[in-house]
């Protein structure tokens, strides 16, 4: 039982390059959260999805669009890196009350 | 809006002595609360919720959060710290301004035991 998988761990982007970070749930899940950690700011919500073929801006969307392809999979696009975007990204899924986390990716914008 | 303030960026605590890690809160609905913990690059993992019920709530690795309504504290506690249980501490509440679809995290409280 994976849990939530993100993928990649670890990118280095240089200013203006384009990327996307996968996740995937294997707990069926309805609700599925991309937040990215700042130091001192805890986690703030980007995007989160409360059902498959449906998306809601969080927090902090601007810069960032998203994906939920099927009930599993709910992705994260950076159109165009900028230094701003430096930060931890988690993917997140929730059935009922609790939230269940991925192992984070760290993105370095150059 | 819902909002959490966790007061302390760090906490620190001698091994064997008990600890307390402070949250307070805010919500407009029901208060849905949560803890989450984060160890060195790694995810967060659940903790304890309280959704209802006894205002002592019991969760994983011996931690337990006292629910306290009136003065909207849900402070995290542990009898006897370990070296082990450093590590990053989040207080979270679901927001109910989006039907409860999310949650509103806390900054983050440091947690340093030391031998």
Redesign the interface.
């Known amino acids: 039982n994976a849990g939530?998988t993100q993928t990649p761990k670890f990118q280095v982007l240089k200013t203006g390059q384009s990327m996307t970070l996968q996740c995937a749930q294997d707990m069926n899940h309805n609700?599925m959260?991309w937040?990215r950690q700042d130091p001192?700011?805890?986690?703030?919500?980007i995007y989160?999805s409360?059902s498959e073929g449906t998306t809601?801006k969080?927090e902090v969307p601007n810069g960032y669009n998203v994906s939920r392809l099927n009930k599993r999979e709910f992705s994260l696009r950076l159109e165009s890196a900028a230094p701003s975007q430096t930060s931890v990204y988690?993917c997140?899924s929730r059935m009922n009350?609790?939230?269940?986390?991925?192992?984070?990716t760290r993105l370095t914008v150059v | 809006a819902q909002s959490?303030a966790q007061p302390e960026?760090q906490v620190n605590v001698a091994e064997g002595n008990p600890l307390t890690v402070k949250c307070t809160y805010s919500v407009s609905g029901n208060p849905?609360l949560?803890w989450?913990v984060q160890y060195p690059?790694?995810?967060?993992?659940?903790l304890l919720?309280y959704?209802t019920g006894d205002n002592l709530v019991k969760g994983s690795y011996g931690f337990e959060a006292e629910f306290n309504k009136s003065q909207t504290s849900f402070h995290l506690k542990k009898p006897s710290a370990l070296v082990s249980d450093s590590a990053l501490y989040?207080c979270a509440v679901r927001d109910w301004d989006?039907y409860g679809?999310?949650?509103v995290?806390?900054?983050?409280t440091r947690l340093s035991v030391l031998p």
């Open positions: 939530v609700s959260y937040y001192g700011m805890g986690l703030r919500l989160y409360a809601d969080g988690f997140a009350t609790e939230a269940f986390f991925g192992q984070g | 959490v960026d849905y949560f989450y690059n790694r995810g967060l993992q659940f919720k959704i989040f989006n679809q999310n949650f995290f806390g900054p983050g």
